[in-house]
């Protein structure tokens, strides 16, 4: 065979499809989205319509909803719920479920309070020994799960129920400890960073957006340098103008009422942190891994027992978190903390928000995503004094219409050779 025969039948090499679209522009990216849409992969297109739809179905109800103090007491009512859901997304991520988180919130939120107003620890060191309890319980949870083989619906069962009654114990007779008044649980939810001066505001939506458009540009820059596609300038720069746009917005609602809420900067920043650690380290694709299948990690090299176990770990870890929040916004810890709708809702925003209930697929941006959703319906149904069970039934809805959702779409990436 000749040289000319052998260089015409050398076959002309892969293109990565990402970047011919990302070549092609603005043309290029709406027929990808058009695809994706007829493929089913939605995304967080219904979670971002179904927010604009809430806040302009009830501020045109109330006339009150887009207020800066109505907004401001949003963002401070997401973290406590918010913060279990993003370790609902780690468990579900395993294609797994854990119906203890409300339990392990209680007791967590019982401990710290307990040590610090009736045992006078300092306050510091009490939170750490309640997350470090909540901690200890993940890993009793996973070991039962991974090594012994207990299947995780039912070990969580039996958390749900144990801790509870923990929390009960810790708590005694009186079953309330209220927090100390103007320490440091009570003021996760109250604290405004600068006591409400609007430069703090200004300065961390500046920052993030900031940070975001350097880590873009570090990452086209990386793939770019690797031969992979990468995001074109045009895109980047429309990504970061979008996020400027919604920071600078809420920045803005923010600084008419009170500023920036701590509870807000705490939540957000565990979202960003835990997103990083499941898209850009080994362990968060270890996670992702076992969640698309068991035995492919195993041969893979994965130890999945410790993934599972110490994924548990992080959803207790979250839950305790959660539980202090909720204890400073109710002023105490009681033994109804973390019990009726906080784990269901927990659980729903995490779904809603766009993480699979079939494991494999997820994000924990969804944990915030869907808390906002959660929570811009229960805010607006009170403002329109709506009793609570039928609050309960709408929520359940919203949630059964992600779940049926989340399915069809499933079915639908299948059938069409991307699932």
Known sequence: MTTDQTTSTTPAPAVDPRLLVRQAGFAGYLAEFKQKMKSGDLGSVPVVIGLILIAAIFQGITGDFLNADNITNITKWIAGPGLIAVGIVFVLLLGEIDLSLGSVAGVSAAIAAVLSVRSGLNEWLAILIAIGAAVAIGA???????????????????????????????????????????????????????????????????????????????DARRRGAAGLAARPMSEIALRTGVLAVIGLVSAYMLNQDSGLPLPLVIFLSIVVLTDFVLRRTAYGRQIFAVGGGVEAARRAGINVAWVRISVFMISAGMAALGGLFIASQQGSADKLLGSGNVLMNSIAAAVIGGTSLFGGRGKTWSALLGILVIQSIITGLDLVHVDQAIQYMITGAVLLAAVVLDSVSRKTQKSSGRG
Do not use: C, E, R
Request: hydrophobic share 60%; charged share 10%; glycine share 16%.
């Open 140 to 218: 009793l949870h996973g070991f039962f799960f991974a090594k012994i083989g207990v299947p995780a619906f039912v070990v969580t069962l039996a958390g749900l129920l144990a801790w509870s009654g923990l929390q009960m114990f810790v708590l005694g007779d009186k079953g309330t400890v209220n927090v100390i008044n103007d320490g440091v649980l009570a003021n996760l939810d109250t604290y405004f960073l600068g006591d409400g001066d609007v430069f703090f505001t200004w300065a961390f939506a500046i920052l993030g957006i900031a940070l975001f458009g350097a880590g873009q540009l570090l």
